[in-house]
């Protein structure tokens, strides 16, 4: 094949049209995302290799978490990865040139044409999904999507004929045929999800290990009216991260998918509400300025349970209640009455419920410096949230007693913060924070039974800065305890045993092995529900949900009617919202002819199952 | 000296809690052995006049102008000043009504008067006349007395006093003419309407009417909503109700709903859930129906009836009806 | 438009109320404070009006002792009142509306305001009148258990609830002292930027030791825990006679059915 001067000039002119094109659009949005604030992390840069190894070439997540498209996804990305130099060379020809010799060519091309079939098979599956089966997550009909296929089913068909013995003229218009697709689809690109093509990969590499991760809110009491105002015009202000998440969006809709105030029947849906309401006031803009713009009352919705940021499979940090949140308290001070009742009980008090006494904390010893653990109460077990609590609290002290392991509790211990914090009163959080650091001034291990607590005071307290303890969720604890046999417990529980994994402590604490270690150490009869470690589903009181007054969705009822369906005589968790909330759904939803499933922290099955060593 | 009632209208008859302050005024008339006067005031008032004359006092002071046809803040206040002025008693009474919340303080600071609102009880002790209210969101009481002689406003509560308990009699009618000018009332009244509440206001309410998951299924809500409606009640629930969508949010009560204190909460199938009490604990009356005699509500409840609801609650619905 | 809102402290109203040794009062060891609810939708609505005109000014004025009072007055103020008026209150607490309402006329009568919000009632002594016998003695235009308010020129429009669902409007000329019903509006929570700007804002101190009084009219002579016999009494028996016993709590101890 030979190409005239002419034919060169052709195809010159649009293979500069379409590369600029795609670098104008590609820019335009990189341009944005550096408006970002902060710095797009690299710490512990050899796991973030490895995650990138896994992730984005392996496709390890996307086949994870929805096999069939996932591996359909992943035949197509190992055809493009395998196109990329015979796609080169395909240009180079039409300038009578060879990127490959003709030997290394004819080679190369074994590789590639069983990946020309793969990709067709993996590609018209996916159109196959997308316009036949139409889950309902991949939301309206997209027509970039049918002419991405179109084009990606046709780039694989004029290849194929490439590899045919075809006279001249029709190669050539073959030739021809496949320039103006590849061209095409460059052009279209950038334009598109489809440019989650480019983006993803960097995003997933830039993601952060913390979760939840949103920025530090530092309020200075002090500061003059400019910084003030600096500070709170910043608070609308996306960072690069979050700016870059936008544009990586391939709109999937797992986030939606998983969202417990979503499958609850509310508002929220992650997936626009979060990323995609902001792309277009982000091109608009050609700013970052557009984190007030999220709608409010799906923002009050979300539990902060992070079941979205943890599926998302480029990479995104979706949930950004906490954004929304601060800014309505800190900017509009819109805030729902009984939030803003839990703040001035926090303001006034220092506890969720405005309380003066707590008799399970008079009864429990004090600490002092010898002891070995400080025990953390929280609010809940403190002021009797669910007053049935109470009973895990001694459950937890009885397993200590018998393990010879020393604690006291803090008398004037504080609220940790968490409803502050994640309901978005930064000011209050502040507070509460700084009190509760200098009461554990010098302490070195901490421990506790709620996980909002421990997260707080460990992950949460930390992003402001060093702190002197460390801290344990009881469950860590009573596993270690049972590991290092200080104490035996017998596996004598014959009740048919699931466990509710709560979001703090599995997804945001990671802990997925030291409650089922615990659990099964105690039960012959312990068997997981579906949605289970860091695939839970919220029970529903995340993000200070508890104190929520009336909701449009029935969150808490979803995870509770899973229970039911488990055919579970027993429910235990690692949490005392979860306790509660589960308790709260858990009646409604028994049939009559049922005997009542029953709610027990981890602490409550150990203690029972104790054996006197 | 003495006591004067003032009778407030309600359609073309007299209001069913001014029918209770006139028995307390009674009441007070006899213990204070004093004279006792009710005022009619209004236009064209010639029914409620008749009507007030059947009550047992002294005298009915009737006063008829034509600027009294519309309640108005201002000319109530004028008229009942001048009245107090003229007859000077000891005590005015009425009933703790929204118009006699309006238009008492300004009669208040006219007269130099004070006003003692709300009252559930009254007793004369030693000489002096002791009025109980309640205070501190209802749940401390308090014993007030009117300072230095002078004459004292007080408004009953509802039910402080029952209106069955009020005398009869034949009482002579005095017409007096006062006056009033058009300059003098100084706010223009429309037409009261009544509104759809969408979203009702438990916490105000007097009775409360509340379901929980004891009625089984959402066909018997009907069953207790006629008899909400009987009792003059508004209607509520524990959560599960509200879970099951059996009856809207709004019409929650407890740790996740609204926290009331009602004079009655008659609950109806509510076991009494720690998450549900702390809504409602702070009512003054509470009776609990449940078919289970050691329901948690029971210890809480003043009345506790243990049996089925199904029976109990169309028959108490009927009784009601009846009377 | 100048507008005053009285704003009082009041104990939480879930908190447990125990009377004072003296029995004139309540023992405040375990009692947390905060703005009288129905006052802070007063607030609210004051705030809504200068707001929707672009001008005027919300002053606060709250009676109370100096250890409490400052942290509602600073909340109005950071909620966006412009300026407060502390009447300075040491205890023991008057409890004569009439006379609270006069300390307040003498604290605030220099000065002459459009309008004056105050809550429907206290959650403390609950008198219900502070407002209207503060507007009266003001010479002032009255309503009370507003609804919704609208302002037209040199007059307010009041919607003002009536018994059982019942509402009408009522329209007064200014100045008006009106009383707020719960649930007119939605209160706002103070914004950091209020937070910080309540700082500046000057709250002017009167003591109360300082006025002109004369005795009150009325007295709170004692104050003590309701018999409160929790003695629950079982009602048993068939239906019939069930329901016969029902009526009989429902006519004459709970007394709840009218006539």
Known sequence: MHFSFFEQVILLVFVIFSVSSFTYEIWKRISIIIKGTGTLPIDRIGERCLRFFREVLLQEKVIRERFLPGLMHALVFWGFMAFGVITLDHFVRGFNGRLLGETAYSIYSWVAAPFAVLVIIGILYLAYRRFYLKPKELGKKSITSGLVAIFITLLMATYMLTELDLPENIEKLNWWGHSFLILAFLFLIPRSKHLHLVLAPVNIFFRSFTVPDHDTVEIDMEASEEELDSMLSGLTKMSKKQALDIFSCVECGRCTEVCPANRGGGLLDPKHHFILDLKDPMLHSSGVDVLGQINVEAGWECTTCQACTDICPVGNHVEKSDEIRRHQVLVEGQVPQEYQKVFRNLQESGNTEGAFQSPLADSLPDYTPDKDYLLWLGCFARYGLDPDFENSVRSFTKILDEAGVTYGVLTEEMCSGDPANRLGDKLTYQMLMEQNKEQLEGVKKVTSLCPHCVVNLDQEYKKYGEVSYKVEHHTQVISKLIDSKKISVS??????????????????????????????????????????????????????????????????????????????????????FCFGMMKQGLGPLTPDDQKEIQVKDIADIVAENLVAN | MGILVILEQKGNSIHGMSLEAVAAAQDMAEKLNSKLSILVMGNDIDPLTQQAKSLEASEVIAVNHELLKEYSCDGFAEITKQVVEIESPEFVVMAHTYMVRDFLPSVSVFTGAPFIADVISFRAEDGNSVFTKQMFNSKLGSDIVVRGGSCGLVSFQSAAYQASAVKRGDTPVRQIELSLSEEQVRSKSEEPFQESSGGVDLTSADVIVSVGRGIGEDTKIPMVEELAKAMGAEIAASRPVIDSGWLPPFRQVGSSGQNVSPKLYFSVGISGAIQHVVGMKGSQSIIAINKDPDAPIFELADYAVVGDLNEIVPKLTEALQNQ | MKIAVLIKQVPVSDSTFRPAENELWIEEGQIQYEMNENDSFALEEALLIKEKRGEGEVVVVCMGPSGRAPRVIREALAKGADRAVHIVEEGPFETDPHQIAHILFESIRSESFDLIFSGLQSVDLGMGQTGVLLGAMLGMSTATLAMSTEIQEDKIRVKRELESGWFQWVTLPLPASVSIQSGINTPRYPSLKGIMGAKKKEIKTVNKTDLNLSEGLQKVTRIYNLETDKQTEYIEGDPDVQVARLMDILKSEVKVLGA
């Open chain 1, 491 to 576: 596996r004598s529980s014959s009740e048919k045993l699931t466990y509710h994994d709560p979001c703090n402590l599995s997804r945001t604490l990671d802990e997925i092995d030291a409650p089922r270690n615990a659990l099964n150490a105690s039960s012959s009869k312990y068997f997981e529900m579906e949605e289970h470690g860091n695939k839970t589903l919220c029970c529903g009181a995340g993000g200070g949900l508890w104190w929520k007054k009336e909701t449009k969705g029935r969150t808490h009822l979803v995870r509770a009617q899973q229970v039911v369906d488990s055919g579970a005589e027993t429910v235990a968790t690692g949490c005392n």
